[in-house]
Structures are given as C-alpha cells and as structure tokens.
C-alpha cells in the first residue's frame, strides 16, 4: 500500500511507508535521511512499545512477545540523565513498528541526526515520533542498535 493521508495524518501498511514517512520528514528537517533499520528483537518480534527522551537523545523499545527492554542506537551512553515517557498513538494505541534513519555529515558516514518513525498497528497511522541531533560515528554501527 502506498501512504494515504486522512486529516492531517498518514497512514499505510509497510515498513516501506512507514520509511517514506521518515524520509519527507527528514528532507523537511533539512537532514535528510539516508540510511535506514527496521527494528527486530532477539526472538524474532517486530512490534514494540517505545519511550523517548528528545533532550537526552534516549530511545527505548520494549519487545511486546518477551518484554525484552533495549536501548536504542547509542542510548546507552546517555541513559543516566534520561527521563524517557511513552508514546501514544492517536488512537490510544502503544504498540508499533519501528524504523529508525539517521542523517550522516557531509562526507563521512557518521551519523548527525536520528530519527524514530512508528506505524501503529492498530489504526496504521504512520509518522516520525522522535528525532534529535546525534553524533554517534558510523552510521552501519549505530543502526545494527536499533
């Protein structure tokens, strides 16, 4: 399904559309994405629930099969002075598929800004739920994290 908006909000069925999504996002932001991971969790679960701290730069995905919790890219390094809270779709729903893209500085392959687009999958509803500068080395590195 290509992405169809209702309101003032896009929807579609894929990771596909979902990284379309992220990509006219990120091309808005004036760091366009170039470099793209879906999350997958170590028992094979693609959706999860997702908290976000924009000014720490601290994302977490909590797997909705095991209940494994795993930080983001390099959340790690910043996680001790995170105050992360949880997203909500419109539809009330918490539960999501994520791809994550980041940005990379002219010339290197190292990351310069992140962002998390969601797909509920309840409703559909597609967008980018959390975005921050980020410099976080290489790119490849960074995205095997997400």
């Given at each position: 399904?290509?992405?169809t908006?209702r ?8 990771s596909g559309?979902?990284?379309a999504e992220l990509?006219?996002?990120s091309?808005?932001n ?15 679960c693609?959706t999860?629930?997702l ?7 601290v994302?977490i995905r909590t ?16 996680v001790d002075?995170a105050a ?9 729903n ?11 500085s ?17 409703c ?12 976080a080395g ?8 997400v």
């Amino acid at each position: 399904m290509a992405l169809t908006k209702r309101g003032k909000f896009w929807y579609g069925t894929t990771s596909g559309d979902t990284q379309a999504e992220l990509r006219s996002y990120s091309v808005a932001n004036r760091h366009e994405a170039v470099r793209f991971a879906t999350s997958k969790c170590d028992c094979g679960c693609r959706t999860f629930a997702l908290q976000t701290d924009e000014e720490a730069g601290v994302a977490i995905r909590t797997c909705t099969d095991c209940g494994q919790e795993h930080l983001m890219g390099d959340s790690q390094d910043h996680v001790d002075e995170a105050a992360p809270e949880a997203h909500e779709c419109v539809c009330e729903n918490e539960v999501f598929e994520l791809v994550s893209g980041v940005s990379v500085s002219e010339g290197t392959h190292d990351v310069r800004w992140y962002y998390i687009a969601c797909r509920c999958v309840e409703c559909n509803l597609v967008g980018v739920f959390a975005d921050w500068q980020c410099e976080a080395g290489d790119a490849a590195a960074f995205l095997a994290k997400v």
